[in-house]
């Protein structure tokens, strides 16, 4: 799986800006509201209890709407994966699916948090339900399938499969043009994920001209902490790590160590995933030391998060005794 992370918070963050629902009963809709500008606040844990008892007011009006308890539900699920708890938010998705079954955007979330536990072999079958349904439902050439084709593709692209990834995000990108022209959030979203793929596959090149473009964007639209920016920053710092350029990959992961921590928090996954790549560029640079605390960090956020037989767990682990190993020789 080589570490692999990003495309699904990525994503998310990106996507759900366009996906809030408003229901006409007065009293559910302003705590939905509330909730919604605490999320954009960063006030997690407040947002989450107003959330909940959107959900409560919902679920006890005399004629109890679907819309509203639906649009709770994923309010609920969107703070928890935004903050990485997953196994928090699968009862919510499964919930909401209980009122739509054949809900592609929930389908698509519930394939990233299979993804995000190593699920890979359900995850790609609930991603491959979504499309088959949005291509059904809204067409082949359609944002929604878009957004079902770059799940799938990010279930591949976890497990290092590449090479499959590869042709759904760039079908993603293509509609997501097509449809939503060359400045949009989606398309620059889909820019860095074909980008990502590119740089991974060694096309270092074509990867460089997405992901420089995908990171300026960043930089003149989004706040300099923003989180986006951070995953933008990453994404070059593995660029430049993969082409050994070591002062320039540290520089920006680095950049976005740091803003995950002040906006995510300390123990967020995307701040083990960059300090694990940090780990790995001081292992090949035999900083051991260095390379050793930057994992140690990682495998404890992982296994804290996901537990020890998680892939992100594990894969950190693996890093950790070819770092022992090459401290024994180097010795």
């Known amino acids: ?22 229901a006409e009963e007065p009293s559910w809709e302003v705590l939905y509201e509330r909730a919604g500008q605490y999320l954009n606040e960063g006030k ?9 008892k959107a959900l409560k007011v919902a679920e006890s009006s005399p004629s109890p709407q679907d ?8 309010m609920l699920v969107h703070y928890y994966m935004l903050q990485g708890k997953f196994k928090e938010a699968e009862p919510y998705v499964q919930r909401a699916l209980t009122l739509a079954k054949d809900d592609a955007n929930m389908l698509n979330t519930l394939a990233i948090i299979y993804t995000e536990e190593g699920r890979f072999d359900e995850a790609e079958k609930i991603a491959m339900r979504a499309v088959h349904l949005s291509d059904r439902n809204f067409g082949e ?7 079902s084709l770059s799940t799938l593709a990010g279930v591949y692209r976890t497990q290092g499969k590449y090479l499959q990834a590869q042709p759904y995000f760039e079908k993603a990108l293509r509609i997501w043009k097509d449809e939503l022209g060359s400045e949009h959030p989606n ?20 990867a460089d001209e997405l992901l420089r473009r995908v990171l300026l964007t960043h930089k003149s639209v989004l706040p300099k902490n923003h989180p986006v ?13 993969r082409r050994g350029n070591f002062n320039s990959a540290e520089s920006y992961l680095e950049q976005a160590l740091e803003i995950q921590k002040d906006t995510l ?28 605390s930057f994992y140690k960090d990682a495998l404890e956020i992982f296994e804290k998060t996901y537990g020890r037989d998680n892939p992100y767990t594990q894969d950190v682990q693996k890093e950790m005794k070819l770092l022992d190993e090459e401290r024994k020789i180097s010795a």
């Open 1 to 22: 799986m080589k570490l692999q992370r990003s495309v699904f918070f990525l994503f998310f963050l990106v996507v759900f800006a366009n996906q809030i629902l408003f």
């Open 67 to 74: 819309l509203q308890i639906s649009g709770s539900l994923k």
């Open 44 to 52: 997690y844990e407040a947002g989450i209890q107003v959330a909940r």
């Open 141 to 147: 050439h359609n944002s929604a399938t878009a957004e």
């Open 229 to 241: 920016l951070a995953l933008s920053l990453r994404e070059m710092g593995k660029l430049e790590l």
């Open 265 to 292: 928090g300390s123990q967020h996954p995307e701040v083990a995933a960059t300090s694990a790549r940090l780990g790995l560029l001081h292992r090949q640079q035999k900083n051991f030391k260095k390379a050793e």
């Open 187 to 206: 398309v620059i979203l889909a820019m860095g994920n074909v980008g990502a793929v590119y740089a991974a596959l060694g096309k270092y090149e074509e």
